[in-house]
């Protein structure tokens, strides 16, 4: 490891402290690798760059990698203090070192220390800031309603929606930041377009392994007491209306997502359907309604006595 510049500011130092290998580790990196893969295949096309030119990727790899590697280590410490609420809201040592330090800083303000790093480089934006706001809320609602479900406490559908349309922050993080290394405005309709498909997104990467792996899924989600839509909607409705009451958010999903993507360039458009195909192929993702049918699987209807046999 690099020794700490002793020519570098006190401020500089106390950045390198919070955001240096202790803060991001390799685990970390390779978690965020394939998001990133993901954000260059699914919208670089939004800004005119084409991910089969190394340069277009390689100009902006740093930033957008040290984000997202940041942003990863910080939602594993949220799963982990999730997780570990169901039996005894304590997080111990890890691998490393000390996990007290990190809780503190969760706690207080998760992102200031990338928030730090970005200001100083000229990149952050109220925009950015304000989507730094939507993952600490969306990782303190992630904390609420796992921690309310594994206690067979109610929740509500606003808190539960709310948490969905929040949970892909770090894609819209690395939009606007590469707008800003761009020096372009940011393209509005795009945003829009793209919160929509995200949502999508989100609850497909939930449902789709459930279809494809025997629901190892959500038995390792219901396990370690994990955010899942199936699972929080099994929580509000039951396990007998909650496939009826998901199908219902996913339709009215779609319909936005149609009536936006007919504002899109047909060009870009039609790039972007490809890539879902694509991703639908590769791994399940799906974007939008003319990829075919939603499946939804099986729930499990009773977490209590499914974590019992298993313990």
Known sequence: MDSVDPCASEKDQGVVAMVGLDAI??????????????FSRSYFMFHQLEISEPQSIFR??????????YIYQMDALNEKIVS???????????????????????????LKPLGDVLEREGLL???IQQE???????????????????NNNKICVEDVMRAIHLKSFDYRVLNLLLYKLRGVEVNELHMEFLS????????????????????LFLQDDVLENSFNVLRMFVGMFGPSNAPTEL????????????EIMKSLDPHLSSNYQRRCEEATKEGGKV?????????????????DAYRAAHR
């Not at 580790?25 to 993901?38: I, Q």
């Not at 609420?85 to 303000?109: I, P």
């Not at 730094?132 to 594994?150: I, P």
């Not at 996913?250 to 149609?258: L, M, T, V």
């Open 247 to 258: 199908a219902k958010r996913i339709s009215e999903a779609e319909e936005k997502y149609e």
């Open 25 to 38: 580790g390799l685990d970390a990196m390779k978690r965020a690798n394939s998001t990133l893969e993901d």
């Open 196 to 215: 929509v498909s995200e949502f999508l997104v989100e609850v497909a990467d939930d449902l789709y392994p459930l279809i494809n792996s025997d629901m």
């Open 60 to 69: 902006y790899l740093p930033v957008l990698s040290f984000t997202e590697s």
């Open 132 to 150: 730094f706001k939507s993952g600490k809320e969306y990782w303190a609602l992630e904390r609420k309603l796992c921690h309310a479900l594994s």
């Open 84 to 110: 570990e609420s169901a039996c005894e809201l304590q997080v111990n040592r890890s691998s490393h070192g000390s996990n007290v330090e990190s809780r503190v800083l969760f706690e207080t303000d998760p």
């Open 287 to 303: 974007c939008g309604p003319s990829l075919g049918t939603w499946n939804i699987p099986a729930v499990i209807s009773d977490e």
């Open 125 to 127: 934006t109220q925009r």
